[in-house]
């Protein structure tokens, strides 16, 4: 069974600029969470997607932003970037014992 | 707020030898605990997991333990080799005023492996 997909892999952006993240979960699962990564925060939790409706949010702008289709395949938003924003960004899938699998993350540096 | 943290940003240990990372929890309702394995350039890999009604739970290589006492778990790896070398995250899938469940990690271990 194929892993968490997630694209684009790096993605270089300026800021004001605004960015749409993709995630595809591994098939089955039907919930997806966002994760930032950043050397000085760590891993932060982002939001939750359930059936297409968000479950749960992280203490994030609303700048940020996600979705999640009918096929569980999830996009966030971010918009008018700013360089704090630069970071890791992962998506996770989870499964039915609760257990999240991540995929390889989406490198988004902001100049 | 509360949080999960780890008491050694980094640890070194020879290979072949046993590493045993901690981490301290404060969330006394949490009720499942995660511990990830992060390569460098990869996204954080499941390694083990272990809920709140068991003490300990053992995988291959592996072994984590959970003292809900002083809210302390730790991992321990056996026979430490080169390919574990990576940050170690711990994490609580608790539910911290919400009803909602979202991981919180800790702030990660790097191990490394010496030959």
């Known amino acids: 069974k194929a892993g968490v997909t997630q694209t684009p892999r790096y993605l270089i952006k300026t800021r004001g600029q605004q960015v749409t993240l993709s995630c595809s979960p591994i098939s089955g699962h039907r919930s997806v969470s966002w994760y930032q990564q950043t050397p000085g925060q760590g891993l932060q939790f982002l939001f939750e997607?359930?059936?297409?409706?968000?479950?749960n949010k992280g203490n994030f702008p609303g700048r940020f932003s996600g979705r999640q289709f009918s096929n569980s395949r999830s996009e966030m938003n971010v918009s008018t970037l700013e360089l704090g924003d630069s970071a890791l960004y992962l998506c996770?899938?989870?499964?039915?014992?609760?257990?999240?699998?991540f995929g390889p993350g989406t490198r988004l540096t902001v100049l | 707020g509360e949080n999960v943290g780890l008491h050694l940003p980094t640890l070194s240990v020879q290979e072949g030898d046993n590493s045993i990372i901690n981490c301290a929890y404060s969330n006394s309702a949490s009720d499942y605990f995660i511990w990830y394995k992060q390569e460098s350039g990869k996204g954080p890999q499941f390694i083990i997991d272990?809920?709140?009604?068991?003490d300990k739970r053992q995988g291959q290589r592996v072994t984590v333990l959970l003292n809900k006492t002083v809210k302390h778990l730790s991992l321990q790896i056996a026979a430490t080799q080169p390919g574990d070398s990576a940050v170690y995250f711990c994490?609580?899938?608790?539910?911290?005023?919400?009803?909602?469940?979202?991981?919180?990690f800790g702030s990660g271990t790097q191990l490394t492996v010496l030959p």
């Open positions: 994490a609580e899938n608790g539910s911290p005023g919400g009803s909602a469940r979202q991981l919180t």
């Open positions: 997607y359930f059936s297409e409706t968000q479950r």
């Open positions: 272990i809920r709140s009604n068991m």
């Open positions: 996770a899938s989870r499964d039915s014992t609760d257990t999240q699998y």
